[in-house]
């Protein structure tokens, strides 16, 4: 119903920028919040940052505050995340999730979304 397509990742040094881009299409109009996951190697796969569509604000990790923001395009159905200051630990697959339906999942809930992009991959070096 939803398809979602991540890009934007690739390789940086640390302290260095990259701007994460997620482009939903389908039957976007029920949208009720997006946000990112991201999964390192040998770990299990963490929420970094969600939005309501609807407004309000943002919710980040404890681990990225400060650093990443984001931010979302309603007329072009579009999600982003701008990652400054990027630490080698940050170093992992991006996904973007969408929240289509109606649930009581909290948002760092991965159960809380119902649609996945197939994730890129940001890689950070020291």
């Known amino acids: 119903q939803v398809q979602l397509v991540e890009s934007g990742g690739g390789l940086v040094q640390a302290g260095g920028s990259l701007r994460l881009s997620c482009a939903a299409s389908g039957r976007t109009f029920i949208t009720h919040a997006m946000g990112w996951f991201r999964q390192a190697p040998g770990k299990e796969r963490e929420f970094v940052a969600a939005i309501s569509w609807s407004g309000g604000m943002p919710y980040y990790a404890d681990s990225v505050k400060g650093r990443f923001t984001l931010s979302r395009d309603n007329a072009k159905n579009t999600l982003y995340l701008q990652m400054n200051n990027l630490k080698p630990e940050d170093t992992a697959v991006y996904y973007c999730?969408?929240?289509?339906?109606?649930?009581?999942?909290?948002?760092?809930?991965?159960?809380?979304?119902?649609?996945w992009g197939q994730g890129t991959q940001v890689t950070v070096s020291s």
């Open positions: 999730a969408g929240k289509y339906y109606v649930n009581s999942y909290y948002y760092q809930d991965r159960r809380a979304y119902s649609d």
